[in-house]
């Protein structure tokens, strides 16, 4: 065997370990995971720097008290005693005001009532102090109650009859008293008790003043003399 056939054949000695890794380079760390390592480090330290510097200006910033519009990101669900407190409050408020107009309402619809300590004339009004009587428009209630009175000899106390029943009712045939139920022209109370004079003594205007001339004839004999009644006592 020549010398260089027994060189071809000799077995080729391993490549050192070391030798390789430093050709490839140091072990795990590549270049790929050194870029990976790099961008890692910027973006935390990069975060951490937005956070700090975040909440430094929230905490240099002026603090801010909460106005009504302010409450409309919070919870609706959420307690909130003192939204319930105003709740509450208006609540009685609108309650108040209500129960005041009401009383006021009653006011205006009521018809002042004069009181004198004593009816002039005893019985009733002597013909000098007869409140004067309008001419009342045809066809009116008025008008019914003037003609009924004259043919009952009264016509020189109309102006008592039209005094007495403007404040009672204003002559208003369906007018009803909300404190004693006292109803019609004359005020009847009960209302029923004018039945007496016709069955239609809810709505006939002539019903309510034919039983209304009679109440005052057994009672007080004259209008002047229930008209007179009614101012010393407020009613009659």
């Not at 009401?102 to 007869?130: S, Y």
């Not at 034919?210 to 101012?231: D, E, F, M, N, V």
Request: aromatic residues 8%.
């Amino acid at each position: 065997m020549s010398s260089g056939q027994q060189l071809k054949d000799r077995p080729r000695a391993p490549r050192s370990r070391r030798g390789g890794d430093e050709r490839s380079g140091s072990g795990w760390l590549t270049a790929k995971r050194i870029v990976i390592l790099g961008v890692s480090v910027v973006v935390v330290v990069g975060g951490a720097t937005f956070v700090i510097r975040t909440s430094m200006e929230h905490n240099n910033a002026p603090k801010q008290v909460l106005g009504p519009d302010s409450f409309l990101a919070l919870d609706p669900n959420a307690p909130d005693p003192e939204s319930d407190i105003l709740k509450e409050q208006a609540v009685q408020a609108l309650r108040k005001d209500r129960l005041q107009s009401t009383r006021e309402d009653r006011k205006k619809g009521l018809d002042p009532v004069e009181i004198v300590q004593k009816a002039p004339g005893g019985g009733g009004f002597t013909p000098a102090d007869f409140p004067p009587g309008s001419t009342p428009d045809p066809g009116s209630n008025k008008a019914l109650g003037k003609q009924m009175a004259e043919a009952r000899g009264w016509g020189g106390e109309w102006g008592c009859l039209e005094k007495l029943w403007d404040k009672e009712s204003h002559w208003n045939e369906r007018a009803m008293n909300r404190y004693s139920g006292a109803y019609g022209i004359p005020q009847a109370l009960p209302g029923s008790k004018m039945a007496s004079a016709g069955s239609d003594w809810q709505t006939n205007p002539a019903t309510q003043i034919k039983w209304g001339l009679g109440y005052i004839a057994g009672r007080y004999k004259t209008p002047c003399g229930a008209w007179g009644h009614s101012q010393s006592t407020g009613w009659y």
